[in-house]
């Protein structure tokens, strides 16, 4: 520890304790345990006696041998019931000196550090009130001393707390206690970060303190500009400022990054982003954007919603691809969310296939498309919920095999924009009592709340629901009997209060339950394609085929067009394996009649 000179103390009490500074009439004390001693009264023409000097000397001497923890015991010890006085500064001056000047703090600072170490060591967490009772003046006089309390919180000396009442507490960190027992200047710790990952660490640390209300968002605010100004070239910090957004985007930006990188969570709702910034109007600002999807980070590109079960959840946002592409390169990412369940059908990764119907069918399918379309879908809620009328559009498709009910509903979504949760119904159905049931009604819940959560309402599909919706069965007493009118009545149920699309598709519409029949607001029939649909079929199919081979094999073969698609398929994988057939159309015939199982003559067993 350094010792300080006689000139230097002297010069300190001349400065201080002067009482007319233009004639150097100047009065100097030295505090000496509790008791306090004049050392000196002089003008212009006087000068310290040798006497005086030597004492003086001395008693500095004293002073500079104590360690900083020595003379925060000092201050403690006078600060009690002193109502900061004057006295009490005469007396406290030399001690609040040595701590002021070891830690590069005002004295009134090093005079609250005193107090709030004093606290911190009894694991007690210190507000101003506290303060004010040790010293035995009121709480307001202590409120002026602020911008000093906010400078040692800024300089991590001290910490805030702050209860569930908002009532602001301090303490002082292990770091500080322990320099300080060591006699040693406490040295914030440098943000200068090597790699990305050290820097996203760093910032949690900042946004963490402020979560645990250690420190305010002046001071986090404060606090980030240093650390990206320290880190200028550090990767990250040279990714992010290309991007050239304000502090608030940017703050919020890499707390998606952070969370992703460090703590693999991808998806983070409004209520995780709000307690970044300070301002009510700033945060209202930010939820109702990025509910609407304008906010900036969204507009760019470089957030979007996140996708729950498949299903676009508004209320959640995540990283988009390019934003991590372009902030963080290099990383491992893994993230908590659950992948997409495998029964869930994205609009978007649906491919898109021409299909072929007869009139009447096209006119229908064309029809539902039109009224699916989101600006449709939404007018004709909003007129049926005026008029007190169901709101949900129950449809089903029936028809042959193959004749395109199920790719009918995947061409709709694609258009549409609307997900599809796709019943597995053999997966929905248990052995055990009960469970079906509840599964059944768990899938109708499940789509519930993806209605609630989604911008753009999805599609319940029930494909080859032949087992649910067929007709109930009379005067059941097997317990699978009971167990499929259950399911039945449970759908018929929930039907009746649908609030979004479902659609079933069946190749046994004769055996429809009359109830399921009612319920169903469009039915759609699907024919087996006319001669000229097949030919379009087999030249989309397999472009390579000229107009007068699809006409035969059209005319040829009453096909659905599921069973030219296995052919074309056929043809295709033939094609890889052994190159181009010279005799196309003899391989297609040979295909074609492949496709059909060959019917025995059934030979009859009895009496004659």
Same mark, same amino acid.
């Given at each position: 520890m350094p010792r300080f000179s006689f000139y230097t103390i002297e010069k300190h009490f001349h400065t201080l304790y002067a009482n007319n500074i233009g004639v150097f009439d100047i009065a100097c004390y030295l505090c000496i345990g509790n008791q306090k001693v004049c050392i000196m009264r002089t003008s212009k023409s006087k000068r310290l006696n040798l006497k005086a000097k030597k004492k003086l000397s001395?008693?500095?001497?004293?002073?500079?041998?104590?360690?900083?923890?020595? $003379?925060?015991?000092?201050?403690?010890?006078?600060?009690?019931?002193?109502?900061?006085?004057?006295?009490?500064?005469?007396?406290?001056?030399? *001690?609040? #000196?040595?701590?002021?000047?070891?830690?590069?703090?005002?004295?009134?600072? $090093? +005079?609250?550090?005193?107090?709030? +170490?004093?606290? =911190?060591?009894?694991?007690h967490k210190t507000d101003l009130s506290d303060i004010a009772n040790i010293l035995d003046c009121r709480a307001v006089s202590i409120l002026k001393y602020q911008p000093l309390l906010d400078d040692l919180v800024r300089k991590h000396f001290i910490r805030m707390a702050q209860n569930y009442n908002d009532e602001i507490s301090y303490y002082v960190p292990k770091k500080v206690i322990m320099a300080i027992s060591q006699n040693k200047k406490y040295e914030r710790e440098p943000y200068k970060c090597d790699d990305a990952k050290t820097f996203l660490e760093k910032f949690f640390d900042l946004t963490h303190s402020l979560y645990n209300d250690e420190i305010n968002h002046d001071i986090l605010y404060d606090e980030l500009n240093q650390l990206f100004g320290e880190n200028e070239n550090n990767p990250y910090v040279k990714s992010i400022k290309r991007l050239k957004l304000n502090n608030n985007d940017?703050?919020?930006? /890499? @707390?998606?990054?952070? @969370?992703?990188?460090? @703590? @693999?969570?991808?998806?983070?709702?409004?209520?995780?982003?709000?307690?970044?910034?300070?301002?009510?109007?700033?945060?209202?600002?930010?939820?109702d954007t990025l509910e609407l999807g304008k906010h900036i980070l969204q507009t760019r590109k470089l957030i979007e919603y996140n996708f729950d079960d498949g299903f676009e959840d508004r209320s959640n946002y995540r990283l988009t691809d390019r934003a991590i592409k372009k902030l963080l390169k290099g990383f491992k990412l893994k993230t908590k969310d659950k992948p997409v369940a495998s029964d869930v059908i994205i609009s978007k990764h649906i491919e898109e296939k021409k299909l072929f119907y007869d009139g009447k069918t096209n006119s229908q399918?064309?029809?539902?498309?039109?009224?699916?379309s989101e600006e449709n879908f939404k007018n004709i809620r909003e007129r049926m919920? =005026?008029? !007190?009328?169901?709101?949900?559009?129950?449809?089903?498709? *029936?028809?042959?095999?193959?004749?395109?009910? /199920?790719?009918?509903?995947?061409?709709?979504?694609?258009?549409?924009?609307?997900?599809? +949760? #796709?019943?597995?119904?053999? &997966?929905?159905?248990?052995?055990?009592?009960?469970?079906? &049931? !509840?599964?059944? !009604?768990?899938?109708?819940?499940?789509?519930?709340? #993806?209605?609630?959560?989604?911008k753009i309402t999805p599609i319940l599909l029930f494909n080859e629901a032949d087992a649910v919706i067929g007709k109930r069965r009379e005067g059941a007493e097997n317990a699978v009997d009971k167990m499929e009118n259950s399911i039945q009545n449970i759908i018929l149920q929930e039907m009746e209060t649908l609030d979004g699309i479902m659609i079933a598709t069946t190749n046994l519409e004769q055996n429809m339950d009359k109830a399921f029949e009612r319920r169903f607001l469009y039915k759609i029939k699907f024919n087996k394609p006319s001669l000229e649909a097949r030919s379009s079929i087999w030249k989309t199919m397999i472009p390579v085929l000229s107009e007068d081979e699809s006409t035969a094999l059209a005319s040829k073969y009453d096909f659905s067009g599921g069973q030219i698609e296995n052919i074309a398929r056929h043809y295709a994988i033939n094609t890889v394996l052994h190159g181009d057939d010279e005799n196309r159309l003899d391989s297609l015939y040979a295909y074609c009649d492949g496709e059909k199982f060959e019917k025995k003559e059934c030979r009859k067993i009895g009496f004659v």
């Open positions: 001395l008693d500095l001497a004293e002073i500079s041998r104590l360690t900083v923890l020595e $003379a925060i015991e000092k201050i403690v010890i006078l600060a009690n019931d002193c109502k900061l006085s004057d006295s009490f500064f005469k007396e406290s001056t030399p *001690y609040l #000196q040595v701590v002021a000047d070891k830690q590069d703090i005002s004295n009134m600072q $090093a +005079l609250f550090l005193s107090l709030f +170490l004093e606290r =911190s060591t009894c694991s940017r703050m919020i930006l /890499t @707390h998606f990054c952070r @969370h992703l990188a460090i @703590h @693999h969570e991808a998806a983070l709702s409004a209520d995780n982003l709000v307690f970044l910034l300070k301002e009510d109007y700033d945060k209202k600002r930010l939820t399918v064309e029809e539902l498309e039109e009224l699916l919920k =005026s008029q !007190k009328m169901r709101c949900g559009f129950a449809c089903v498709f *029936y028809g042959s095999p193959g004749t395109g009910k /199920t790719e009918t509903v995947l061409q709709i979504a694609r258009k549409t924009g609307r997900n599809i +949760l #796709q019943v597995n119904i053999s &997966e929905v159905k248990s052995c055990w009592v009960g469970e079906s &049931e !509840k599964n059944i !009604k768990g899938i109708f819940d499940r789509y519930r709340e #993806q209605v609630k959560r989604t």
